[in-house]
């Protein structure tokens, strides 16, 4: 690693502004070669109780400071930030394994929510309503939460911080961040600049941990936290819901997806094609909203396949931080088998591998019998509902290949899922981008375009992908209680 500064490597919890030590320390190795890259501070329910505890007493004297005074402070952050983005770009890869360029992609988007967040704290209002007596003023004030616990992914190591600590940050909040247990580097990396840029102490705390249960379990049984956020799978989600309803928390959950990509006889395969490819391969497959189904209709179906198929064959598959890699390995030996398993499950079901299909044959022996976590990018052909990658997030550089015949069949297969997260469709007919862009059971639907991501939609999903907005003018509202003031006058 050759980081212009350093000291963005940190190696402890960050809690009250303070670096803090714990007995236990957990290694954090790089995916691409499997080399420990940095022993981190394995903390424990206590330090996260005391986290909680400072976060607790830091936020009031933060929720008094003007909403022009924090977002002065957050505009530092975000300066401070791009100033250092290559250097966080490559604690990211290293530590998560995305090449280089799409780090830096990242970090820019992580930052794009403080700078946004910044600003839409300074336009929280409340409401003067008409009084239903003479004697009477109503009003309603909005309010920050108080102190949430944020608990964060591996596959966006600094964008999914950014995404809740700054609308946190900017309604007057403090956070406790749990940041995955596979990428704490780029969280404490974060906290630095933090505080650098004179973010109080106490309003931003990270707990680094190997142990998620006990620090989860601590964030939703304790009374002070007001608030959980998630970013992470359907089946963590459910159960952080279930511990947060003992204190009856608010929760903002993004989880799980089952994004169906529908590509219409009238679309423009010049778009459809690279934009399926960026959606599908953005982060090796490894995001929510990355497409998991290809739906393709009859007339156009042989034309697409054969178009990605050659865009696929250009990948260069390889270790993130080497120039010219446009994908990366996966995170760890237990993603690499559950891609694996699917990919094997639709060929035992009758898909055919036109590109890709396996393991490939890169980087280091990670042990578990597995000898790497690089998977090639793969298309898989003739996929039916029968195969596992119908019903599954297969969070890898998968993309089936579905055969459609009509619009309403298409949209009862897209669906059928207990995912609503990302949808994805590309047509040119005006009457039907309206008609399916309505029917389509979704929180975002995607139309002639691939790549939908950004501070200013609201970014989230319905049914089992999750509650709650992030990004956009909704997403402060999460951090913001309601408070109903009827004055006798
Ligand atoms: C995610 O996969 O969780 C986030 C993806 C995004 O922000 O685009």
Redesign the pocket.
Known sequence: MQLADASLLKSDAYIDGQWVAAEKRFAVTNPATGAVIAEVADADAAMARHAIEVAAKAQKSWARETAKTRAMIMRDWFNLIMQNQDDLAQILTLEMGKPLAEAKGEIAYGASFIDWFAEEGRRITGDILMPHQHDKRLMVLKQPIGVYGAIT?W??PN??ITRKVAPGMAAGCAGVVKPAQQTPLSALALAELAHRAGVPAGIVNIITSSDAAAIGGELCANALVRKISF?GSTEVGRRLMQQSAETVKKVSM?LGGNAPLIVFDDADLSVAVPEALASKFRNAGQ???CANRIFVQDGIYDDFAAALTEEVKKMRLGDGMEAGVTIGPLIDAAALEKVAECVEDALAHGAEAVVGGKRADLGADLGAGLETTFFEPTILTDATPKMRVFREEIFGPVAPLFRFKSEDEVVGLANDTIFGLASYFFARDMARVWRVAEQLDYGIVSVNTGIF?NEIGP?GGVKQSGVGREGSRYGIDEYLEMKYVCLGV
């Open positions: 992914p596959n966006f964008a999914m970013t993004e995001t929510c909203v991501s970014f």
